[in-house]
Nanobody, 122 residues
Framework: QVQLVESGGGLVQAGGSLRLSCAAS????????MGWFRQAPGKEREFVAAISWSGAGTQYLDSVKGRFTISRDNAKNTVLLQMNSLKPEDTAVYYC???????????????WGQGTQVTVTA
C-alpha cells in the first residue's frame, strides 16, 4: 500500500508556472513508477506525465511536452510536476498516481491521491 498526498495547486494567469508536489508514504516509494493525471470539468480523466522508479524514463501527454517536467526525489519520497507556460486548457484537478511500472501507471494505476485544483485564467 502507498498513500499519496498532492499539494501546490492554485490560481495562476496564462503563461505562468506552478509546481505540484506529491508526497508518498507506505511501501518503499522508490519501487513505484509515479504519474500525474488530470480531470477537467465535464471531461474524462487523462494521463499527463509519468516517471519510472529510477527516474530514467519519462512519458508525457503530447500537449504538455516542452512545458511540463516530471521529476522525483526518492530520498524524500516525493514526485514533482513543474508546469510552465500554463494555458487555460490546463485547468483541471491534478491527481498523483502510483503503480509497479511505468506502463501500468500511464494507463490504470492502482494508487491515487485526492487531487489538487489548478486553475489558469486567460
Amino acid at each position: 500500500q502507498v498513500q499519496l498526498v498532492e499539494s501546490g495547486g492554485g490560481l495562476v494567469q496564462a503563461g505562468g508556472s506552478l509546481r505540484l508536489s506529491c508526497a508518498a508514504s507506505g511501501r518503499t516509494f522508490s519501487s513505484y513508477a509515479m504519474g500525474w493525471f488530470r480531470q477537467a470539468p465535464g471531461k474524462e480523466r487523462e494521463f499527463v506525465a509519468a516517471i519510472s522508479w529510477s527516474g530514467a524514463g519519462t512519458q508525457y501527454l503530447d500537449s504538455v511536452k516542452g512545458r511540463f517536467t516530471i521529476s522525483r526525489d526518492n530520498a524524500k519520497n516525493t514526485v514533482l510536476l513543474q508546469m510552465n507556460s500554463l494555458k487555460p486548457e490546463d485547468t483541471a484537478v491534478y491527481y498523483c498516481a502510483a503503480d509497479d511500472n511505468i506502463s501500468a501507471v500511464t494507463t490504470s494505476p492502482v494508487y491515487w491521491g485526492q487531487g489538487t485544483q489548478v486553475t489558469v485564467t486567460a
